[in-house]
């Protein structure tokens, strides 16, 4: 069966690059071909340290990467001529010149969310659109907070508790690891405009929705927090909310009452878990502080925003490649190779 | 005229205190008689260092303080047998043991926000209920959280703008100053109930008001951000809500265009004004970031936690005193004499 | 050969309880027979979702933490009766108050840098005095700033290049999942007296060795970050001082040179590598920065405070029980259990 | 009399600037004729909230000045055919392309220590070298660290006390107002190299001065903490060190036992005793942990990094002019104008 499993590779191996190769690797149906990058650093180290290969996006660095020890296996155009798909994480605005690179080798293409609808036509989640995708040449797959706003509202739309949805989201300022020349300290920073952005991007996935956002950064470096104010499309119970949450795919409970009182107390759970770099592929959904009033519900949850687009890689890499043409069965794979949960917790 | 001023004690030298007691110092019709406080340390040594006359809270603390250098001129009773008024500004808990010695001595008193609405009967925002404070015992004034709420609110309904209200509230998470056992580090720490107690707590002071607020902690130690969405009784423009802004007192406005992008901008600004402490007194509302959709407005603002409750507390001196009968007047005086703004800045 | 396994238990399954729980269950020659708690939040919750055997240390909480899902499988008195030796990782101070009952039921017993050398008599850090604790019933495995210090300082002594050390040592100021009542924010906050107490503590394991520090928190939440400078004993080059730490056992090496240029990166690059809770059992000193000059010597490096003292513990479990009398063949034996690395990274 | 003032002019009106600009303010002989900078934001608006003529250092930008609502009263060159003495404060890289352009105005220069000391010949700290500058047409100022470095290196000198010193810097990370592109977040950053440039850098002022440091950043954002060990060149005890630190100017002391036990408290402490912008021109060093152990002596001092070089720049200009020759007379003057102390507090 090994000749069946789908051919992959990963350009650009950073935060999201770096996941979306150990997600491959967890899954049965899946074969990580290599991974391609142009540094020569502790981060493109660390995949040879998992025996993973490394390519070079870049001719010109391959010198330079195998002087630095890292063992060149090839170029990204060798890996494009063995892989069915390729997965594009690299930085902002590089992945949009990457696309025409794809197209030529007949490689289908799943870009992130940092990069706009309009350069692949398709924005994913597969909880919302699987099926549009089946097929296609590319995707994109939305951004971590775009991801974990259209989880949630479909969950509502889908048990015809969403009127409109209004959304305050507490951005982390940076990433865990980054070490200058991005943080922010002892501050908050709102955005500049709103409503923000991811209103409209959940849009672009699902364009009935009527939702606002207002987004900020705080001073802290892991998880999103999200504040939701909905309006109920009808009479409902806090418990029929926490019950259309159950019924849809990658929302997960905790409760302040176990002591996740906060976004770093989630962040130890993970790792206490055993999960992989301590990731969260959930919407993190704090089950006792979820409330309805009249015909409002009001929730606060948290993504992980390295991790919660994870999953939906590997399912847009199925879509893509028509591997399995059903949106559930599909998540339902991915989620048990990673071991995703419905309660994090006993009790 | 100096026998006419309203003689004014301040109780526990704290964050608030000792703003109280800067803000009373500059009024013209007001007399700081004197501060008392329990402790020996450099927050009581810097009203030494100031002119202000110290007194002990217990008189068993008299000696140490003494031994430490502060020149204790007498005790708290030796206090309210010499004032009108005291400012009540010591630790939770503190204050509601107080309020009978106050009542014996027939000085009127003023408590903070962290005390109940029930410890005095009445909550205290200028501009809402001035002249039902006038001649009473005593008053709350309410938190800065809550007087934010209340200034911003009832500047909408005053034109005919507020249907209802829903906020989410990113509060610091401990003091400038504190340097231990309280702080949270690289983390967003939600209120475990939503709605949150801000919200009630605006309803002490106006009843009618249809306002949910949603309230977390941020890893930054000074000013709360705000982020509001309010639903409009009749249609507007963005233009007539600032409008309404500019006609409420103590709003004032600053520009993201003008590099005022986040809650330390602003802290630096008042210090580049030459405020006293660097404090900003008004709620700090970002114009060129609210904006009008539909039937739904959009806004953010900045509380100085340590300052925006200072001007209410020199108004309620002279409501409770009845020294001034229109909240207007008073209003104006207190303004003029801290130096208050509308706009932060030329342009 | 299951049944000559050393049988082992934890009591308090916090922060350093849940890390030698992981480091025994992977050592060949141990088995974790349960783990001992009080508490019934996800700490201990995640104890069941690993498959530990979860006992309670005080009978009275049975109830509770059976109620919140946890299936306690006895008491700490029960476990008592069926291990060699327990690990006690309860807070400090609750520590003191157990080695009675741990001496009465005949268990060797391990206790944590918290509690005082007098508590014990024996302060262990394995390759400084493996062969003194033979035999012992109970020692105490020194602080994570001790350790990392007697590593360091024993392997320039035994190089014959120390002659005396002069240590800074920037502590984190609480731990990663930490929400509150602990934080500092914005701040540096130094101890109040010099020299601190690490120097001392690194002379009850090697009482000739002439140590000064000084120590202060930082405002971040993971690794302590020690800077030194060291008088050496005889004329060396860099490269002796390198050889000589490269000859210890637990001191491994990152480069700047590799993008590791401040503590959160080698956070990063633990998860990178796959290991459990990212942790970092070894010194992580910047070979790249060290440097002598005349007669000094100096570096600086990184303490994981999680993860340093956990592969002290697996050896001090060994010595205890007499079960490896040589030194070396336990630390082999534990780094080897481990994965512990000389250098992080290829190159 | 006011006709004999030193005219002096600062261009760039930042983090330094504006505090020179105050600084020169308050000097009975000296007139601040006007500051010069390019940008629109708040930054310059205070300046002109302030009172003080604004001029444009790029003719380019006075149109765009205008327009923002900044009363342009001049360029750069109209500003310099008017001082005696310009103060360049603007970032790092600007200032040596600007000295020319000064030399050919016949105007004398002053530059901070973000610029190296070839470009002037000379560096300058006032109580180390005050004499050598009289009469030159440039100086350079240095750094917040190096100064605080030889203030207190020197006063050890002159007391006979100084054999070498040794220094570990905890520098802060980023100003307080910035709000992207420049912060670290829970980390700290050590430099690349040891030792770091200040001991250096303190060796262009003091070429005799045997001193090594290291540096690291922090996540805080104001005032460096430095820690020293300091071998002294005769036996001596603890007062003797204090009287040593006491002898010599702009060093002033605080205590752990008056509650200044981080850095932040004593932020806080400058705002409470009313200094303009919360600033702490001198070294502030605690008293209570300054110990001596033998030929050795330890101690820790904070460094307000936005403050401390303000009245060096003052002496600077009576240097350069000859206005004063006698380094103590000035010093006096600039410190009984700014309000400096020799302890903050009473007791």
């Given at each position: 069966?090994?000749?069946?499993?789908?051919?992959?590779?990963?350009?650009?191996?950073?935060?999201?690059?770096?996941?979306?190769?150990?997600?491959v690797?967890v899954q049965p149906d899946m074969?990580?071909?290599?991974?391609?990058?142009?540094?020569?650093?502790?981060?493109?180290?660390?995949?040879?340290?998992?025996?993973?290969?490394?390519?070079?996006?870049?001719?010109?660095?391959?010198?330079?990467?195998?002087?630095?020890?890292?063992?060149?296996?090839?170029?990204?155009?060798?890996?494009?001529?063995?892989?069915?798909?390729?997965?594009?994480?690299?930085?902002?605005?590089?992945?949009?010149?990457?696309?025409?690179?794809?197209?030529?080798?007949?490689?289908?293409?799943?870009?992130?969310?940092?990069?706009?609808?309009?350069?692949?036509?398709?924005?994913?989640?597969?909880?919302?659109?699987?099926?549009?995708?089946?097929?296609?040449?590319?995707?994109?797959?939305?951004?971590?907070?775009?991801?974990?706003?259209?989880?949630?509202?479909?969950?509502?739309?889908?048990?015809?508790?969403?009127?409109?949805?209004?959304?305050?989201?507490?951005?982390?300022?940076?990433?865990?690891?980054?070490?200058?020349?991005?943080?922010?300290?002892?501050?908050?920073?709102?955005?500049?405009?709103?409503?923000?952005?991811?209103?409209?991007?959940?849009?672009?996935?699902?364009?009935?929705?009527?939702?606002?956002?207002?987004?900020?950064?705080?001073?802290?470096?892991?998880?999103?927090?999200?504040?939701?104010?909905?309006?109920?499309?009808?009479?409902?119970?806090?418990?029929?909310?926490?019950?259309?949450?159950?019924?849809?795919?990658?929302?997960?409970?905790?409760?302040?009452?176990?002591?996740?009182?906060?976004?770093?107390?989630?962040?130890?759970?993970?790792?206490?878990?055993?999960?992989?770099?301590?990731?969260?592929?959930?919407?993190?959904?704090?089950?006792?502080?979820?409330?309805?009033?009249?015909?409002?519900?009001?929730?606060?949850?948290?993504?992980?925003?390295?991790?919660?687009?994870?999953?939906?890689?590997i399912?847009?890499?199925?879509?893509?490649?028509?591997?399995?043409?059903?949106?559930?069965?599909?998540?339902?794979?991915?989620?048990?190779a990673?071991?995703?949960?419905?309660?994090?917790?006993?009790?």
């Amino acid at each position: 069966m090994a000749d069946q499993k789908i051919r992959v590779a990963v350009n650009g191996y950073g935060v999201i690059g770096k996941r979306v190769a150990d997600a491959v690797r967890v899954q049965p149906d899946m074969e990580l071909v290599g991974v391609s990058d142009v540094v020569s650093d502790y981060r493109v180290k660390t995949a040879v340290a998992l025996g993973i290969p490394v390519c070079t996006s870049l001719p010109d660095k391959q010198n330079e990467m195998q002087a630095a020890g890292i063992p060149v296996v090839g170029t990204l155009d060798n890996l494009l001529t063995d892989v069915e798909v390729i997965v594009d994480c690299t930085p902002k605005g590089i992945a949009a010149k990457n696309i025409d690179r794809y197209r030529e080798a007949g490689v289908k293409s799943i870009f992130q969310g940092g990069e706009k609808h309009s350069l692949t036509g398709h924005s994913f989640v597969a909880q919302a659109n699987y099926a549009s995708a089946l097929g296609r040449d590319t995707t994109r797959v939305v951004s971590c907070n775009t991801t974990s706003t259209v989880r949630t509202l479909i969950a509502l739309r889908d048990a015809g508790l969403l009127k409109k949805a209004r959304g305050v989201l507490i951005r982390r300022a940076t990433d865990p690891w980054e070490s200058d020349h991005s943080g922010i300290m002892n501050t908050v920073v709102p955005e500049e405009h709103i409503p923000s952005h991811q209103g409209p991007d959940a849009q672009t996935v699902v364009p009935e929705l009527d939702v606002v956002t207002i987004a900020a950064k705080a001073a802290h470096t892991q998880n999103h927090n999200h504040f939701w104010i909905v309006e109920l499309a009808r009479a409902a119970t806090r418990e029929d909310v926490l019950a259309a949450f159950r019924a849809a795919p990658r929302i997960a409970f905790f409760r302040m009452s176990e002591g996740i009182v906060a976004l770093n107390n989630s962040v130890e759970l993970m790792k206490d878990l055993g999960r992989p770099r301590g990731d969260m592929w959930e919407v993190g959904l704090w089950e006792d502080v979820l409330d309805v009033k009249g015909d409002e519900v009001y929730y606060t949850y948290q993504v992980d925003n390295q991790a919660i687009v994870i999953p939906e890689t590997i399912d847009a890499i199925r879509a893509l490649t028509g591997a399995v043409t059903d949106a559930r069965e599909s998540i339902a794979r991915t989620d048990a190779a990673l071991g995703m949960k419905r309660d994090f917790l006993v009790g």
